[in-house]
């Protein structure tokens, strides 16, 4: 039968929106997808989230690893995520801003040739770089572009707070993702969060999210105030996705003396695993999401969660004693997230915090100033002009202006 291009395309929208029902009826036949909290089909403890089987360990896409450069170092990426798949994970997670964009159209590039239902493909909605209704329907078209996917298994209005609410809800962002949702282009609908606990409130008023993605570690439990935003999530019955577990890779090398109290209560455990073990004893985190870059934090990864095994309470007394020893010595809470980035100045800021606190880490003056010396002279602490513009996307709310101040005091004093 011939069919017009009009019918060809009417028939093409057709199957796309039809394409998640037809996951679902996949996953239905799947014996093991019926029970909650048992492996689905590869080594990976699986939990539910949102009514779907996916892989407690997600494969969080904001720090790909880089090639000289500066781009995505794609075959190495690639390499990753191939063996991710291969280990049972399928869950993918993006946003429009991560690599300037590279990230979703690296990722777009790998998934495409695999099967649409095999994978989970998670992207978000920056509401700050969409600014107006018209910029939703851009931002959302260049994501479904870039990534290729047609749908989008889920999707997070990003990094919401009072301030993002605030705009989302002018700019009528939850309308425009239900349409979307209606159309079969969103199949599960939830946030991203960085704020107080109170700012959640008038958003869980809003609508019956699926689920929410937080900034949950054992640092931040109570210094972050976590641990009331994940009490809030779970008495709603939502479920809970997890950012930062490892607080942008801070836990993972914390300083000597607490990574000391760690490997003498188990020497063949790494200092990231405990972080994961600790965040997944929380029932209602069903999704831990990770940036892995490199091979090795992968099959570190895979190992921790290939199954997650339950902390015991003197596992519990070693973390208490870590987390003192390591608070101790911390200098900046940054995660190098880059919300901050670019500053008009072109100060390098992300990278001036990570010099600085493996300075406080390891005391190590030396190299610290020789690294900071690599830094050009117009991108230091110093040439900050106090704009203020950083602090308004800092998910941490770190005073960045100050903490630059005494950085430029220490590190670029006359001798
Ligand atoms: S306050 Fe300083 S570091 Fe922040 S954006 Fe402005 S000039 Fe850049
Ligand atoms: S200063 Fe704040 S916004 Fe910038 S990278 Fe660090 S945590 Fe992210």
């Not at 429009?96 to 493909?121: C, T, V």
């Not at 009528?172 to 991203?192: C, Q, T």
């Not at 607490?258 to 020497?267: F, S, W």
Request: aromatic content about 10%; overall charge neutral.
């Amino acid at each position: 039968m011939n069919m017009t291009r009009r019918e060809f395309l009417k028939s093409a929208a057709l199957l796309a929106a039809l394409a998640p029902f037809a996951r679902l009826r996949a996953q239905d036949a799947a014996p093991a997808a019926a029970t909650d909290e048992k492996p689905a089909a590869g080594p990976l403890d699986r939990r539910t989230m949102a009514g779907e089987s996916v892989p407690l360990l997600g494969y969080g896409c904001m720090r790909l690893p880089r090639g000289g450069n500066g781009k995505i170092d794609r075959p190495l990426a690639n390499r990753l995520w191939s063996r991710y798949l291969e280990a049972g994970g399928n869950y993918f997670d993006t946003a429009y801003m991560y690599h300037d964009g590279e990230s979703e159209a690296a990722l777009g590039e790998f998934l495409s040739k695999r099967p649409r239902s095999s994978y989970f493909l998670t992207d978000k909605m920056p509401v700050w770089m969409a600014r107006t209704e018209e910029g939703l329907k851009r931002v959302f078209a260049e994501q479904l572009e870039r990534t290729k996917a047609e749908y989008f298994d889920f999707y997070l209005v990003h990094s919401l707070g009072w301030g993002n609410w605030d705009l989302a809800k002018k700019i009528h962002a939850l309308e425009f993702l239900l349409e979307k949702k209606k159309e079969g282009r969103i199949r599960h609908l939830g946030f991203s969060f960085h704020d107080a606990p109170e700012a959640l409130d008038p958003i869980l008023e809003a609508y019956d999210w699926e689920f929410a993605m937080i900034q949950l570690n054992y640092q931040d439990w109570t210094r972050y105030r976590s641990k009331e935003q994940y009490e809030k999530l779970v008495a709603k019955g939502i479920d809970v996705a997890v950012m930062e577990p490892l607080r942008g890779g801070a836990l993972a090398r914390l300083n000597p003396t607490a990574a000391a109290i760690l490997r003498e209560a188990d020497p063949d455990a790494s200092t990231a695993s405990w972080a994961f073990r600790w965040v997944a004893s929380l029932p209602g985190v069903k999704l831990v999401n990770s940036g892995m870059s490199r091979e090795s934090d992968l099959e570190d990864n895979l190992k921790t969660f290939s199954p997650v095994r339950e902390l015991s309470e003197a596992d519990r007394a070693a973390i208490a004693a870590a987390l003192a020893a390591f608070q101790k010595g911390q200098a900046v809470p940054c995660t190098a997230c880059r919300y901050c980035m670019p500053c008009p100045v072109g100060v390098s800021i992300p990278d001036i915090f990570h010099l600085w606190n493996v300075f406080k880490a390891d005391g190590d003056r030396d190299r610290f100033l020789a690294r900071y010396a690599k830094i050009p002279e117009k991108s230091r602490a110093s040439a900050c002009v106090r704009c203020m513009q950083c602090t308004k996307h800092c998910p941490q709310h770190i005073a960045v202006p100050d903490e630059l101040a005494k950085i430029a005091a220490y590190a670029e004093a006359p001798a």
